[in-house]
């Protein structure tokens, strides 16, 4: 079965921290990346795909090692509206595979 | 900003009986999804559509699930005789290409009691 893995956490970190969240998949296949955010009790939101050379969106920076096969998502400046639950989603072909997802809470 | 939507937002049924949840995906876009989450539990993937057939389901996806898209604007899962664990939150999503980006509505609430 194909696995996309991810750390479930909870992360727990300071306003202003920085945080780094790591993704495994185990399909080689994989065509392409995507992190989500999710809150309690609602949809997916995209967040940002991730693209083979990094990626950056404000304090956001997504990266892909397609040879490890891992997929990273670096948070920096933590702000209280980042708490959420972080979704690494792998995409292969018709089908996307989720994470289980990692809990961050930001607290003042 | 166009969004998917999706109707009910919660939606109590009886075991045995049949369910159908509707979604309107995004006006542009070709592709469409349905993925469900338990409570506590990860999204899974149930079902792809496009070009008026199912192109990919899951092993969740068995004979009591179908989908269609009756016209131009909804997608519907049926679920025909619902038992206690498809309480689920179930999610349609739309994307404009096959491996783009997928936007998510709202969800459905379902409890089967």
């Not at chain 1, 306003?15 to 998949?25: K, S």
């Not at chain 2, 539990?41 to 269609?68: A, C, G, P, R, T």
């Not at chain 2, 016209?71 to 179930?90: H, P, Q, V």
């Not at chain 2, 997928?102 to 009691?113: D, I, M």
Request: some cysteine.
């Amino acid at each position: 079965r194909k696995e996309v893995e991810q750390d479930p956490g909870p992360f727990n970190v300071p306003e202003g921290a920085t945080v780094a969240f790591n993704c495994t998949y185990s399909n080689s296949a994989s065509q392409s990346f995507f992190w989500y955010r999710q809150d309690c009790r609602k949809e997916p939101k995209l967040l940002m795909s991730v693209y083979s050379s990094g990626n950056e969106d404000g304090r956001f920076t997504a990266q892909l090692n397609r040879a490890s096969q891992y997929i990273s998502l670096l948070i920096r400046d933590s702000k209280l509206s980042d708490s959420a639950t972080y979704l690494c989603v792998v995409n292969e072909g018709n089908d996307m595979r989720f994470g289980a997802g990692t809990r961050l809470t930001v607290k003042p | 900003e166009p969004e998917v939507t999706q109707t009910p937002s919660h939606q109590v049924t009886q075991m045995g009986q049949e369910v159908i949840l509707r979604c309107v995906p995004i006006s542009n876009h070709l592709y469409f999804y349905w993925y469900r989450q338990i409570l506590g539990q990860k999204v899974e993937f149930l079902v792809s559509f496009y070009n008026n057939e199912i192109s990919e389901k899951s092993e969740i996806f068995d004979d009591q699930f179908s989908v269609e898209r009756p016209d131009g604007s909804n997608f519907t899962l049926k679920i025909r005789s619902t038992k206690l664990e498809d309480s689920a939150m179930y999610f349609c999503a739309s994307s404009g290409g096959q491996g783009n980006e997928q936007f998510f509505g709202p969800g459905t609430r379902l409890t089967v009691l």
